[in-house]
């Protein structure tokens, strides 16, 4: 019932910009916290944009502070991550989460590849 599915990932050069997508349903994002996390093999999940329920707030990891916005669209129960000047150190596969109390939902992930 509950589904998050991130699309928008794909291949650019060091430089470009992708916009991701987290579709959310059986659930209303408004209520959750959602955030965007990255991971590479052999490395640990990394937060790397948060969104607070309601209010909007928003944070970011000191490495991508500037160059990520993340955002979203109550109506349409999307969240998104605006990525910008993107380097090869931000490949990864990025993930989307929405917390709320005990609740914690992960997508299925979505792959970011920046390289020449």
């Known amino acids: 019932q509950v589904q998050l599915v991130e699309s928008g990932g794909g291949l650019v050069q060091p430089g470009g910009s992708l916009r991701l997508s987290c579709a959310a349903s059986?659930?209303?994002?408004?209520?959750?916290?959602m955030s965007w996390h990255r991971q590479v093999p052999g490395k640990e999940r990394e937060l790397v944009a948060v969104?607070?329920?309601?209010?909007?707030?928003?944070a970011y990891e000191d490495s991508v502070k500037g160059r990520f916005t993340i955002s979203r669209d109550n109506a349409k129960n999307t969240v998104y991550l605006q990525m910008n000047s993107l380097q090869p150190e931000d490949t990864a596969g990025y993930y989307c989460n929405a917390k709320w109390s005990t609740a914690n939902y992960w997508g299925q992930g979505t792959q970011v590849t920046v390289s020449s």
């Open positions: 969104i607070s329920s309601f209010d909007g707030i928003t």
């Open positions: 059986g659930f209303t994002i408004s209520n959750y916290f």
